[in-house]
């Protein structure tokens, strides 16, 4: 079990600064990751918010994309967050005709779900592995989860139209959320990420 693990941020768009800070107060060793010959430098993989076909584009030209599936698929423990949920699902729906995810997530997901950047909102979730105080969720051009395989455990989830969409999943050492937790000074959801990592 590795005391301080080293968590790698994936630094090609999106919301980086704010995860490398987040996953530092949550006691590991924080590094953006860039380069194909970091990925296996990493104990853990954080994949941030920001606009994931751009995200899926810049990791196929910075040939990071094989190293990161291989990584996955042998068990790499992985957060992402909005974008990152979208590039860790197996299946999209609304994305563009040319996009790609990582996978490693046994989760369908349905791109800018609810709605626009003017749909953003704000909402208080319950989150029971993060302890009884209500998770202060900010949802920005957010993804929701439209299915989920039989291995995937549904954290929280948002009512909308008669219908509790999930919002945050893990499935063994994988987690995601729609929403940008990296954003409040909350670093609940990065210290689960963490704990994982130490115990994978």
Partial sequence: MTAQPTVGVLAVQGDVREHLRAVEAAGAIAVPLRRPAEVEAVDGL???????????????????????VARLRAGLPAYGSCAGMIMLADRI????????????????????????????????????????????????RAPWVEEVGPGVHVLASVHVADVDHPVAVREGNVLATSFHPEVTGDHRFHQLFVDLVRRA
């Fill in 46 to 68: 954080v994949i941030p918010g920001g606009e994931s076909t751009t995200m899926d584009k810049l990791v196929r030209i910075f040939d990071l994309r094989d190293p990161l």
């Fill in 93 to 140: 729906l609304d994305g563009h005709r040319d996009q790609q995810t990582l996978g490693g997530l046994d989760i369908t997901v349905r791109r800018n779900a609810f709605g626009r950047q003017v749909d953003s909102f704000e909402e208080d979730l319950r989150i029971r592995e993060l302890g009884p105080e209500p998770v202060r969720a900010v949802f920005i």
